[in-house]
């Protein structure tokens, strides 16, 4: 390992710690100095170079001198000396709280199956697909389905429909949706899949 490498380590591990000091989360640094989350993750696990300027806006969060951050051995500061931004930022966190990150990708790979599987051929929500997927996923959003079914590569291949059920969203395969972007709103519950999960208490 070239000493250049040696240091990105390094001081990604001062991001992380100073990130879980305060409890802030990669996007939250991302949105305090302009940058993506991506970046910052890339930050913490010392596979990017730095510029002098962003060592500057990351040490600046945190109020300490950028040549100061960088050192292990110098005192985190105390949160009410942060800018009244970064407080903001921190008490912001405390009330959503940290959401997991899914390592294993298990969400998304069971979106994957459930499509595969056909289970998009006919109109359905991001509720009830949650329903036939892993046990292990119980406690996770129906939300976080539907975040995947917006963004590439899913986007793609699957269209959201004007009408709801209520407040939840309907999702078809864009090869199967023109019958279902046609029909009246009766026509298309009844062609919908279905079983007898009651989404109502879903978000």
Do not use: W
Not at 9 to 34: H, M, P, S
Not at 58 to 66: E, K, L, M
């Amino acid at each position: 390992m070239t000493g250049e490498e040696t240091y990105r380590k390094e001081y990604g591990r001062q991001v992380a710690k100073y990130l879980a000091a305060f409890g802030l989360t990669e996007e939250d640094l991302g949105k305090l100095i302009n940058s993506s989350s991506d970046n910052i993750r890339d930050i913490v696990n010392g596979s990017v170079g730095l510029s002098l300027g962003k060592m500057i806006k990351i040490a600046n969060v945190f109020s300490v001198h950028y040549y100061n951050f960088a050192d292990p051995a110098y005192p985190l500061p105390e949160e009410r000396h942060l800018s009244p931004t970064t407080r903001k930022k921190i008490e912001k966190r405390k009330a959503i709280g940290i959401m997991v990150r899914d390592t294993s990708n298990l969400l998304a790979n069971e979106l994957d199956r459930l499509i595969s599987e056909g289970y998009l051929d006919k109109p359905t929500t991001a509720a009830m697909l949650h329903t036939y997927m892993d046990a292990r996923l119980e406690k996770r959003s129906p939300a976080e389905i539907t975040n995947l079914l917006n963004k590439s590569p899913r986007n793609a291949a699957v269209v959201k429909l004007p009408s709801k059920i209520g407040r939840h969203n309907l999702y078809v395969l864009k090869e199967f949706a023109d019958p279902y972007l046609q029909n009246s709103q009766t026509a298309l519950f009844d062609g919908m899949a279905t079983d007898n999960t009651d989404i109502s208490s879903k978000p």
